[in-house]
């Protein structure tokens, strides 16, 4: 089946920091969308490219949809300290009647 | 608009017992999906349900079902608890299948 991979898997950085995670399929998807998830609560939607090759912002963040169609990444600029959180991407194929897989997560942890 | 709600947020039962979960989409929302979180296997999906019928189904035993309501709102069941049943159950909505998806704030259970 298909199967999502994140990394980096865990991150400390300083607070103003930059930060970019990616996220990688074994196949090729036409959706991919971004979450943030803080504990005990639900993911709360970020970002969603629905076009290879796609660059979208939502403030500070800014999501691509890789040309290959088998990757995705997103980049924080100037991290603050309620970045901290578990960022999660998730991707659907091309079969619109599919459910979306996600991946494991990057934990984001901002030293202040 | 007010965004997916679920209930009850927190819940603690014992094995063997049976539990319902609720989840109320956001207004206009057609598709209810629903996952099972554990810190070991991440966001995993149980099934999605559109107008009332069951569209995808994820790979889990028969003592998990779940239903919609002809509102949408839909309710998910697991019978004969297990200890590994333990998790946080999350419901997502979307308006329909071409769409991304919001989440719910999670139903947190506990087996003991």
């Known amino acids: 089946g298909q199967q999502l991979n994140q990394s980096p898997q865990s991150m400390f950085i300083q607070e103003g920091e930059d930060v970019s995670m990616n996220c990688t399929s074994s196949?090729?998807?036409?959706?991919w969308l971004w979450y943030k998830q803080d504990p005990g609560e639900g993911p709360v939607l970020l970002i969603a490219l629905y076009k290879a090759g796609e660059l979208t912002s939502n403030g500070r963040l800014t999501a691509q949809f890789g040309i290959t169609r088998k990757d995705s990444f997103l980049n924080i600029s100037a991290s603050i300290p309620s970045d901290v959180g578990i960022y999660f991407c998730?991707?659907?194929?091309?079969?619109?009647?599919?459910?979306?897989?996600f991946g494991p997560g990057t934990r984001l942890s901002v030293l202040p | 608009k007010a965004g997916v709600t679920q209930t009850p947020r927190y819940l603690i039962k014992t094995r063997g017992q049976q539990v319902t979960l609720s989840c109320s989409p956001i207004s206009g929302h057609r598709s209810v999906s629903w996952y099972q979180q554990t810190p070991g296997q991440g966001l995993q999906f149980l099934f999605e349900y559109f107008s009332e019928t069951q569209r995808n189904k994820g790979n889990f035993p028969g003592r998990f079902s779940g239903r919609q309501f002809s509102n949408s709102r839909s309710e998910m069941n697991v019978s004969t608890l297990e200890l590994g049943d333990s998790a946080l159950y999350l419901c997502?909505?979307?308006?329909?299948?071409?769409?991304?998806?919001?989440f719910g704030p999670g139903t947190r259970l506990t087996v003991t």
């Open positions: 998730a991707g659907r194929g091309d079969n619109y009647g599919q459910n979306f897989v």
């Open positions: 997502a909505s979307r308006p329909g299948q071409l769409y991304e998806q919001y």
């Open positions: 196949s090729i998807f036409n959706t």
